[in-house]
């Protein structure tokens, strides 16, 4: 036992001894840096790489690190950190960043040197900085690069002969001796620098037309744009574009900049073609419709605010589906288990909610396995203990009827008439325990 306490002593006597050395090694305060900036640049584009070359010293303390800031309007954009070993001569360089809307003007460059004493010298320049004017932009594509002329001060275009959708992310070359290549690419639905995702030019047809962009605004055209009610639908990708609005039963839907609607697919739950209008034909409330170029139809799904509905306690807001054997506009775009593509029955009134189904077309004929749910996702749902249902075409799983408990099947033996038309309504009004489902052919 004295052997280990004296050993512990010895241990903790050492590492004294040791702490006590590096203090005396490194005191704080110890030393006096110094640099000179010998070689920098007092002008810049925006984008460059600015090269500098600087001499380090100190009176014998060990330097640390020095640090190559730029500051433009009084914030920090830039920083080099150079691990400074030793004393003597550093090259290196600093990247200007280059923004949107940030005119030309001066910055700030501050070079602060520190020794392992942690005491700082720094020294400061001015730097004029411009943005830079670029002779050309390209337009990367897939299939091609398409060269965007300069037509003003930041401004570029070409005009010529285009397909509807051009596809690509925009390329400036690098633009004097210390300058780099910039690419814009499409990122948060707004171009941005730095990124090469492709930024989804559209128009309202094939054929000549521009297509430009401002290096300073970061401002791109055309972005074809879709209006419903006079309200602006909201790109979220090439093919689909969305708009929440307030409808009311029967109100005409008005359409504008869309190509012909006579071969889109319409949901008659939520949209029907009357007298040569298109009318809304829900409950009313704020839905969020979207419109899909790529299936040709609308996507109509209730809403509460500024977030889809959910089913809530009093058998309002809304009702969804998710599983096998159904989908809108037909079964090559099936739900499956893909709760992003849950589909939502219309609101009618009275907290009954519909969906109609064409057999073979949204709904197949043989075998269906899906299921009701609270919300466009996991969580509350109707299981045979809160729904019941008098069909004798359609049944509500219970777990050994073929079915998990909720999910719907086909009752066995029977099968829907291919090219039917099935009105399945779900009826909330004696509460969302006691939830009945209706089947009606039509």
Not at 13 to 42: H, N
Not at 61 to 66: D, F, G, H, I, K
Not at 186 to 192: I, K, L, P, Q, S
């Amino acid at each position: 036992m004295k052997k280990l306490i004296h050993y512990i002593m010895l241990f903790l006597g050492m590492t004294s001894v040791w702490s006590c050395k590096e203090e005396y090694r490194y005191p704080l305060g110890g030393g006096s840096p110094s640099l000179t900036v010998d070689e920098v640049a007092d002008n810049a584009y925006f984008g460059d790489s600015l090269s500098f070359r600087v001499a380090l010293a100190d009176d014998g303390t060990e330097l640390s690190t020095l640090k190559v800031q730029l500051y433009f309007s009084g914030d920090k954009v830039s920083e080099k950190i150079i691990r400074t070993k030793s004393y003597g001569n550093y090259n290196a360089k600093i990247f200007i960043p280059f923004y949107k809307d940030i005119p030309n003007g001066t910055a700030e460059l501050r070079f602060v040197l520190e020794n392992v004493g942690m005491v700082k010298v720094q020294e400061m320049k001015e730097l004029a900085l411009s943005r830079p004017d670029f002779p050309y932009l390209n337009l990367i594509t897939d299939s091609e690069t398409i060269r965007l002329d300069r037509v003003g001060n930041n401004q570029y275009s070409i005009t010529k002969e285009l397909p509807q959708k051009v596809r690509g992310y925009i390329q400036a070359p690098a633009f004097g001796a210390n300058g780099n290549v910039l690419n814009f690419g499409w990122e948060n639905e707004a171009v941005t620098q730095g990124s090469t995702q492709q930024i989804p030019f559209s128009y309202l047809s094939p054929g000549e037309y521009s297509i430009s962009f401002n290096t300073l605004t970061y401002q791109a055209d055309p972005f074809q744009s879709y209006m419903l009610n006079g309200v602006e639908m909201r790109m979220l990708d090439d093919n689909h574009y969305t708009a929440d609005l307030t409808l009311t039963a029967n109100q005409e839907m008005i359409f504008t900049d869309f190509p012909a609607l006579d071969d889109w697919w319409l949901d008659t739950d939520f949209i029907i073609r009357e007298n040569g209008q298109i009318r809304f034909n829900a409950a009313p409330g704020k839905y969020r419709v979207t419109a899909d170029f790529d299936r040709h139809y609308f996507i109509v799904e209730a809403m509460t605010g500024d977030n889809l509905a959910t089913l809530n306690a009093d058998g309002t807001g809304a009702i969804w589906i998710i599983g096998e054997g159904v989908g809108k506009p037909n079964l090559g775009n099936q739900v499956g288990w893909t709760t992003e593509k849950a589909l939502c029955l219309a609101p009618i009134g009275g907290k009954k909610y519909r969906i109609t189904l064409v057999a073979g077309q949204q709904i197949a004929t043989n075998s269906i396995n899906f299921k009701f749910f609270h919300q466009k996702g996991w969580g509350g749902e109707f299981k045979n203990d809160g729904l019941s249902t008098s069909s004798d075409l359609i049944l509500v799983g219970n777990g050994s009827n073929g079915r998990d408990p909720g999910n719907l099947g086909i009752v066995t033996g029977r099968q829907l008439v291919d090219g039917a038309t099935y009105v399945l309504t779900v009826d909330l009004s004696a509460g969302n325990d006691q939830a009945v489902l209706n089947v009606e052919r039509k």
